[in-house]
């Protein structure tokens, strides 16, 4: 199953927090969050975007359907 994970700058994006409110990140790409869809990883991009001065990936990932 296709699944999308955000890069800002160097490290991997593991929450959003909602607009404004900040994101966590992490160095280690498996412990990065992923979306379900391509529109809810632009979100999170953007939130990233908005607090990081760092450009903005977005990376397609296939996990395991559980």
Do not use: F, L
Request: aromatic share 10%; with cysteine.
């Amino acid at each position: 199953m296709t699944r999308y994970v955000v890069m800002a700058g160097d490290r991997w994006v593991t929450a959003v927090y909602g607009p404004g409110k900040g994101i966590a990140v992490t160095r280690v790409k498996e412990d990065a969050s992923s979306w379900p869809n391509y529109e809810r990883a632009v979100v999170a991009a953007r939130a990233a975007a908005d607090c990081t001065s760092s450009p903005v990936a977005i990376h397609s990932i296939e996990e395991p359907s559980y």
